[in-house]
């Protein structure tokens, strides 16, 4: 249900990104990212906001996971007529 296919080529290219990552920041000199003001900070917001997303969809998909039985029966039941997608508006 959950699992994903990765090919040898998704492999190696995610290994070298990583590992382009590693060495950027165990080669880059902490003068050089000293002086372009860099900062963890940007990526911190974002992997919060991230997270904020995938910890507040988990309720809605199992609502909605629940199908007709659930608490999200009415916008189903608008969504559907007889088990199809309904056209109407």
Do not use: C, H
């Not at 959950?2 to 590992?19: Q, T």
């Not at 000293?34 to 988990?58: C, E, K, S, Y």
């Not at 629940?66 to 997608?85: E, H, K, M, T, V």
Request: aromatic share 6%.
């Amino acid at each position: 249900m959950l699992a994903v296919e990765l090919d040898a080529a998704a492999i190696v290219g995610d290994a070298l990104l990583l590992a382009i990552g590693v060495l950027s920041l165990a080669l880059t000199q902490k003068r050089v990212r000293r002086d372009n003001g860099f900062t963890w900070a940007p990526m911190v917001q974002v992997a919060i906001l991230f997270a904020a997303i995938f910890i507040t969809i988990i309720p809605v998909a199992q609502m909605i996971a629940a199908g007709p039985a659930g608490p999200a029966a009415p916008l189903i039941a608008r969504l559907y007529d007889n088990g199809a997608p309904s056209a109407a508006p």
